[in-house]
């Protein structure tokens, strides 16, 4: 029965006992964590979070850590930015390379202090930030390059007066459209025009006249986007210095990126040159798509030079393959190979020996100088994130206005909404419409759309009932309005069991090597949504796989792992009526076309008109293939429930929502967008052909094992930077500091094994198959995105104040269980770290992030600049911990909080991602920063000010019990969106 609660105002309900999860033997000791460095091997890690703490370096460090011969360090942003290296950890061996924001010259400086073995070398490490160097290290070595003139108009800033006094300016002069004269060396288009920086990314081919002239630009990834043609444009660039490379055709219009583990191991693939169309494809982990390749003889010296001479044992570099010779283009430094666990394995093991061996051989120089206490570093104590369920079916509904007596009854005399669920309840609902048709109450096709309706989705395990009255302000008691809406679809997908395990697993990887005490104190949270409790349940599977308590509760199988509670939190995290009539005041906004504000779109109501426009164009195309096309073999395989028949039913509401009607309702284009990504996703082959016009039927339908398509067989020449210069063979070897551990031969016939078959699909075992998508269907998912981009965020508020009160009385519980736990942590007299999770829906997502946004915290990035809020998006926050030093008080120590946010499994261009044809999954992004590092009371505070000024308002602010067993069923007061 439906009951009215108020808006909570006691503290929020303590955290329930956590588990004591056991902790794997050879784990690794994490920021802050004691240890006995007489017996195992420390390796450092100075690196940025981002890169630090990335899916690659994980895999590697942990199968390191694994071994019980190594602890791992990750020093982290806070003590690399804000610490003098005098307090930075003492390690013996240092993973250390430059990315954006690190400051390399602080780490040279600790590694003169401190005098680790280095993997790879610091200060050669900023010959990189110049490509003139580079070039003439490459020359130095007998490693061949395309013929070039530099034009030096000064160094970058990053150099000093000496480096500056070796470059020397030239005369240049562009003596027509396609010749380049540089102090009297001529070039002629097609050429490459390189800045010299090596951080400068903005990479411009010119063409020649006679090819139709114009320019590419090369610039680092965008979405799926790395170059783009700028036809009118042949003059080049004036300011600054720039190196200009001949530009000729290379074989199967690709590149070769290397990647070496010392000088003996390389390893490469190949991908398709930006200079092709600037369309970058991505496999389902969003990670560009690269064919494994062999390297030859010469290759494999190259690599070996390229390695020495930089002093970098982990380096990738670019090759060129043209008219039978290899040419190096650009030296990257640091360079993982992503998502290939063959070549985890590999480094991790060819590591293993050259720290060993190192160990064995400069033991006295490795011995961890007498440092500050462990306790006097930075640590992560406490880890908290809110995490959106996983994959889903489409949630679809159907909206019904009644005010008879039989309906009112489903409100069991309350005044709150109901949702009823389950056979028997959805029954009663029949069974009032039945009586309102018989005696003639309501309209009568109303009545029995409804009744097919709950007839043909009763046995459906996703279908319920909401029934929301609306009283009347002005006289008590009085309804007014009372709306029954019946809603299916919204089920936890195998994608979405498959990206919650994924997910856990990586949570689990990182914090054991941040600080494996986070995975002895778990509290997990829940919406009562089945698909929130269920991504949950797989996430703290993966997430506490084998780090669980290990005896098993009476009657468990032997070896069942004893996982924390998941305690259902209706107050908390599911949806919450609260913030009902604003939200229905905002929604009632975006009806008027000159509220919406869709980026890049000047007249909104033209736009719109468009959008129904290709709508009512699709639907032509839909229903004449269903009724021409053998629908029932267009897709040989379903998922998710879903039938030719269902499929068309989906769509076909769709377009009754989106041609039928004269002005569009905004609130429609979340289900738009919703049944465009499912159906890329899961329907990709069947949306391939249904969506088509007719006269592109000329294909075949594809097999459903045509999959892997090798390099090999790609379209031959397209050019790409290259020009053939003199071999390599007969060039002198040069020496290197890292002869000493890598002995080789100076012949060039050395092996260099490679970890798969050449055309093999880098990291996978074979390719997804590619399936056309329709033009017109494409043209429909880029509109649908725009609008929804916009629609999807305004409904939590169009204006500041908005988002902030909407945000308030939606998820003011949720903020206050965070703050309360954020303190209790801090306040922990035993230091214990704790995990604390919040699994929750969409609502809650975007209204913490607009909290986050309004309590005054100094954000890095505003909300309007991140990425759509996908399925696992997170909102974490990390909470560290430093005592002031030895002897140190517990009232001395010092707390810093970092916010952080993944847009979850988003993919901004998902109808070119190469979708893998079982998972049907996109896994879920890396984390971003939210913020800096801010000391915890200045976050607390922000937070504590905000949620006094919550508005007080005249509907339930949370919904059910505050806390309900995860299989409990029944009527809910939640607002199941």
């Not at 102090?183 to 090596?198: I, N």
């Not at 937070?943 to 806390?963: D, F, H, I, K, Y």
Request: charged content about 25%; glycine content about 6%; proline content about 5%.
């Amino acid at each position: 029965m439906a009951t009215r609660s108020s808006t909570p105002t006691s503290s929020p309900v303590p955290s329930p006992t956590p588990l004591r999860a056991r902790v794997m033997s050879g784990g690794s000791v994490g920021q802050g964590q004691s240890r006995d460095s007489s017996a195992k091997l420390v390796i450092g890690v100075c690196a940025m979070d981002a890169k630090a703490r990335s899916k690659p370096m994980r895999n590697i460090l942990n199968r390191l850590v694994a071994t019980g011969e190594f602890e791992v360090q990750i020093f982290g942003d806070k003590v690399i930015l804000d610490e003098d290296v005098a307090d930075w950890p003492s390690c013996n061996f240092l993973i250390s390379f430059f990315s954006q924001g690190f400051p390399l010259d602080k780490a040279i400086q600790y590694v003169a202090l401190r005098r680790p073995y280095l993997v790879n070398d610091l200060v050669l490490q900023k010959v990189l930030f110049d490509r003139r160097l580079v070039l003439s290290i490459l020359d130095k070595i007998g490693v061949l390059t395309p013929r070039r003139v530099l034009v030096n108009r000064g160094a970058p800033p990053i150099f000093d007066d000496d480096v500056l006094q070796k470059v020397r300016r030239n005369s240049i002069e562009q003596v027509d459209q396609d010749t380049l004269v540089v102090d009297g060396v001529t070039m002629t288009k097609p050429f490459v025009e390189k800045p010299v920086s090596g951080e400068d990314h903005n990479i411009y081919v010119y063409f020649h006249s006679s090819q139709g002239g114009g320019c590419r630009k090369l610039f680092r990834k965008i979405a799926n986007k790395s170059s783009e043609f700028a036809p009118d444009v042949w003059k080049i660039r004036n300011g600054g210095s720039f190196i200009y490379e001949q530009f000729m055709d290379v074989d199967n219009a690709e590149d070769v990126k290397t990647y070496t583990i010392g000088p003996t191991f390389a390893h490469a693939e190949t991908r398709k040159s930006p200079v092709v169309d600037g369309v970058v494809q991505r496999n389902h982990d969003g990670k560009e798509i690269r064919y494994i390749t062999q390297l030859s003889v010469e290759e494999r010296e190259v690599s070996r030079r390229v390695c020495m001479a930089f002093g970098q044992t982990i380096c990738g570099f670019d090759l060129l393959r043209a008219s039978g010779q290899s040419y190096v283009i650009d030296v990257n430094g640091w360079s993982f190979v992503k998502g290939n666990e063959v070549y985890y394995e590999k480094c991790a093991s060819i590591l293993r020996k050259l720290f060993l061996s190192t160990a064995k051989r400069k033991r006295k120089s490795l011995m961890l100088t007498k440092d500050v206490s462990m306790e006097s570093q930075w640590r992560m104590k406490g880890f908290f994130s809110v995490i959106r369920h996983g994959d889903r079916t489409p949630k679809l509904k159907k909206k019904f206005n009644f005010k008879s007596a039989p309906f009112r009854a489903l409100l069991d005399g309350g005044s709150d909404e109901v949702i009823l669920k389950g056979q028997d309840q959805l029954a009663r609902v029949a069974v009032a419409a039945e009586q309102a048709l018989a005696k003639g109450l309501e309209d009568r096709d109303k009545l029995q759309l409804m009744l097919a309706l709950l007839h043909q989705k009763e046995l459906n395990d996703d279908t319920k009932v909401q029934v929301k009255p609306s009283w009347s302000k002005t006289q008590e008691g009085v309804l007014e309005k009372l709306q029954v809406i019946v809603k299916w679809g919204g089920m936890f997908t195998h994608a979405g069991h498959y990206q919650s395990k994924d997910l856990g697993e990586n949570l689990r990887k990182d914090l054991r090597l941040i600080n494996r005490e986070l995975l002895q104190d778990v509290v997990v949270y829940s919406a009562s949504e089945q698909r929130v409790v269920q991504t949950a349940k797989v996430f703290m599977e993966a997430f506490l796989d084998g780090d669980a308590a290990a005896s098993a509760i009476d009657g468990d199988p032997p070896g069942t792992p004893v996982l924390p509670p998941i305690e259902v939190r209706k107050d908390m995290l599911d949806d919450s009526n609260a913030a009902k009539e604003k939200m229905e005041a905002v929604k009632a906004q975006l009806k008027i076309y000159s509220n919406l504000r869709i980026a890049g779109v000047d007249d909104p109501a033209a736009f719109l008109d468009d959008l129904m426009t290709t709508m009512r164009e699709l639907r032509d195309i839909f229903r004449y293939n269903f009724a021409t096309l053998p629908v029932e073999t267009l897709q040989p395989t379903w998922c998710c429930g879903e039938t030719p028949a269902l499929f068309r039913e989906r769509w076909e509401k769709l377009f009754h929502e989106f041609c039928d009607s004269k002005v569009l309702d905004p609130s429609k284009a979340s289900e738009l967008h919703d049944s465009l990504k499912f159906d890329a996703l899961h329907n990709r082959v069947f949306v391939s052909h249904i969506f088509s016009r007719h006269d592109e039927f000329g294909r075949p339908v594809p097999s459903p094992d045509a999959d892997s398509i090798s390099s090999r067989s790609r379209p031959a020449s397209v050019m790409t930077l290259a020009v053939p210069p003199a071999g390599i063979a007969g060039t002198p070897r040069t020496s290197s500091p890292l002869d000493q551990h890598f002995p080789v031969s100076s012949s060039s016939s050395m092996i260099i094994p490679s970890l798969a078959p050449a055309g093999a699909v880098a990291g996978h075992p074979s390719a997804a198959t590619e399936d056309h998508y329709p033009a017109v269907l494409r043209s429909l998912f880029r509109k649908s995105k725009r609008f929804f981009d916009f629609v999807a965020p305004s409904e939590y508020g169009l204006t500041a104040d908005d988002k902030k009160s909407i945000g308030l009385l939606t998820s003011q519980t949720l903020v206050r269980q965070i703050v309360a736990d954020l303190k209790a942590c801090k306040d922990d007299s035993a230091s214990r770290a704790r995990t604390r999770l919040y699994f929750t829906k969409e609502s809650h997502v975007h209204t913490l992030l607009n909290l986050v946004a309004a309590c005054g915290v100094p954000l890095k990035v505003s909300p309007a600049e991140l990425d759509e809020l996908d399925y696992l998006t997170q909102i974490t926050f990390e909470l560290y911990e430093r005592a002031r030093g030895l002897g140190a008080e517990p009232s001395d120590k010092e707390y810093s909080v970092r916010i952080s946010f993944s847009p979850g499994t988003f993919c901004a261009e998902l109808v070119d991602l190469h979708v893998d044809p079982v998972l049907h999954a996109i896994t879920a992004a890396p984390k971003r920063d939210l913020t800096d590092h801010v000391q915890l009371d200045e976050v607390i505070g922000c937070l504590v000010r905000l949620l006094e000024q919550c508005p007080v308002s005249g509907t339930a602010a949370v919904n059910g019990g505050a806390s309900v067993n995860a299989t409990e069923t029944g009527v809910e007061t939640a607002a199941a969106k």
